[in-house]
């Protein structure tokens, strides 16, 4: 590895394959990746509904009334105008959502949660703390978990900060 301004340079695939910032990253990609995929598998096993339906379903939780316009769900997801309403569609099919005129413009229409989208949040939530605890805090020494969380939020805030808005 070179060096450039106090810093290395990395001159061969090799050198990239093991510098420690970009296997620090690849754990943590594969991490989330893994876990994503367990606790998500849990969600719908139990629940019925994917991992990106359950998000949406909390954040529409968090929102309560009177709900989020489509555009707001789709920037706390990174999802296209076109994906956000297929999937507002099929939430709104299964009896999780509803499409609401919004009060401040009669030409806008919110979603929001329906007594089902309530229970289904719930129950679903009960079954992701729990394997939240299993699979993401129990691996790690108990006085680390509170520190990890927290920079997970500051890495989190980061990246959302650096996103371009979308249209």
């Known amino acids: 590895m070179g060096e450039q301004d106090g810093q290395r340079t990395i001159t061969t695939a090799k050198e990239a394959?093991?510098?420690e910032l970009v296997l620090a990253f690849g754990r943590l990609q594969g991490a989330a990746n893994r876990l994503e995929y367990i606790l998500g598998r849990r969600i719908e096993?139990?629940?019925?509904?994917?991992?990106l339906i359950?998000?949406?379903?909390?954040?529409?939780?968090?929102?309560?009334?009177?709900?989020?316009?489509?555009?707001?769900?789709?920037q706390e997801q990174v999802l296209t105008t076109g994906?956000?309403?297929?999937?507002?569609?099929?939430?709104e099919a299964a009896g999780l959502v509803r499409r609401v005129t919004?009060?401040?413009?009669?030409?806008?229409?919110?979603?929001?949660?329906?007594?089902?989208g309530e229970e289904t949040a719930v129950r679903a939530?009960?079954?992701?703390v729990e394997n939240i605890r299993r699979y993401f805090l129990e691996p790690l020494p108990a006085t680390?978990?509170?520190r990890f969380a927290e920079d997970l939020r500051i890495l989190?805030?980061?990246?959302?900060?650096?996103?371009p808005q979308l249209p």
Do not use: F, W
């Open 17 to 19: 394959a093991d510098d």
């Open 45 to 51: 096993q139990e629940c019925g509904i994917s991992h």
């Open 54 to 74: 359950y998000e949406v379903l909390l954040i529409l939780g968090r929102a309560g009334e009177p709900g989020l316009s489509m555009r707001t769900i789709g």
């Open 83 to 91: 994906g956000v309403t297929r999937l507002v569609d099929r939430m």
């Open 102 to 116: 919004d009060p401040d413009d009669r030409r806008g229409r919110l979603v929001r949660l329906t007594a089902q």
């Open 125 to 128: 939530s009960r079954i992701h």
């Open 144 to 146: 680390d978990r509170k």
């Open 156 to 163: 989190s805030h980061s990246a959302r900060d650096a996103l």
